[in-house]
């Protein structure tokens, strides 16, 4: 917006006291509530990444780390539900049938023999 004209510490001094998005910590700064910065994360992942978007949330979901990301799961199914579902659901529902069918299915039968006997 080329009309409006600011220094940028005052911009700066707006973010961390007029609307404390931030916080200063020595020459640091961070965001003052972790749902803005996993806000802002996952707006980057479903609008700015498109083309990497699947991958880094099936990343995330199967990090060994993967509950610290809920919070930022759970806005990537709001934000873009239908890449969250071919991204995750999909393929874990696959997953479940492919193991119910070979694995499962195989237990069940056996104890319902062995409770037939």
């Known amino acids: 917006m080329p009309n409006i004209k600011f220094k940028p510490k005052d911009f700066v001094d707006d973010l ?27 707006e980057f992942i479903c609008r700015d990444s498109k ?29 873009d539900y239908k890449s969250f579902r071919n991204a995750l659901i999909i393929p874990y529902l696959k997953d479940f049938i492919f193991h119910f069918e070979n694995k499962l299915k195989n237990w069940i039968i056996s104890i319902v023999l062995t409770n037939q006997k």
């Open 51 to 79: 083309d990497r978007q699947q991958d880094i949330l099936k990343a995330l979901n199967s990090s060994a780390k993967s509950e610290k990301y809920i919070f930022v799961l759970s806005l990537c199914y709001d934000i």
């Open 16 to 42: 961390v006291k007029a609307v404390p998005l931030f916080n200063k910590e020595g020459l640091q700064y961070r965001w003052s509530h972790k749902s803005f910065q996993e806000y802002f994360a996952a």
